[in-house]
């Protein structure tokens, strides 16, 4: 029997508007309309050698802090790609990817199926995110549905560590095998799996330049009409 749902935002709840979770909407003001096309190759590619720098990996608990550490990896990548941007720029950056709040896309049957949840089950939030996404999903609505949300920078630690799971199945008062757990990465569901927790992955349709995550071997989702059919069976 589940006694709980507990959820992923990035790939499960939210997509990220622009396609990449790290140009949030306006950044072609700062890099210019081109950037895409031309470069996002290696944004992407020379971004991973500087990740210490991301909000998601560090306990942090303000927008602030967040938008500090947003100014010191933008820099960082930047001055590796040699695409030349001034202080002034790199502050723009770190500014609308901290304080947009339209930089996701909520799918639309979130609020109905939380709502539709809310009482039945216990519900959680487990994700690598930064502080602004818990005021986003505030915002969106979805934080009144949920009686327990773990982020990363809230421990300093990423999944799969066992740790962020089990902050919020403690918060929840039940025990892994009495939780789904749906994310879209496939070691982030095992992570989960380890602990005992059931777990679906989420492939829902994304945006054209959203790097999907592979199929794992486990079950599968599509939207949330089908995370409720799965937690009915488990009933």
């Given at each position: 029997m589940s006694k709980a749902i507990v959820l992923d935002c990035g790939g499960v709840m939210v997509a990220p508007v622009t396609g990449d979770w790290l140009l949030a909407p306006t950044?072609?003001?700062v890099l210019g309309e081109g950037f895409l096309k031309n470069h996002l190759r290696r944004f992407r590619a020379v971004r991973s050698n500087h990740l210490h720098y991301l909000p998601d990996m560090i306990k942090i608990g303000s927008d602030e802090e967040e938008y500090h550490l947003f100014c010191?990896?933008?820099?960082?990548v930047f001055d590796e790609m040699e695409f030349p941007l001034s202080d002034a720029q790199i502050e723009q950056m770190a500014f609308i990817q901290t304080y947009r709040d339209d930089r996701y896309l909520l799918f639309d049957d979130v609020l109905p199926y939380l709502s539709r949840w809310r009482g039945k089950y216990k519900l959680g939030i487990v994700s690598d995110a930064p502080p602004s996404t818990r005021r986003i999903l505030t915002q969106m609505g979805v934080m009144q549905y949920i009686d327990a949300a773990t982020f990363s920078c809230d421990l300093g630690v990423l999944k799969p560590d066992p740790a962020i799971y089990r902050a919020t199945l403690d918060r929840l008062q039940v025990?892994?095998?009495e939780a789904l757990f749906v994310d879209d990465f496939p070691s982030k569901l095992?992570?989960?799996?380890?602990l005992g927790m059931h777990c679906v992955q989420m492939r829902r349709p994304m945006p054209e330049l959203f790097q999907t995550a592979p199929e794992w071997e486990g079950d599968m989702a599509h939207d949330f009409q089908d995370i409720d059919e799965y937690v009915n069976a488990l009933r």
């Open positions: 950044f072609d003001l010191k990896l933008y820099r960082a025990l892994p095998g095992r992570g989960a799996k380890a």
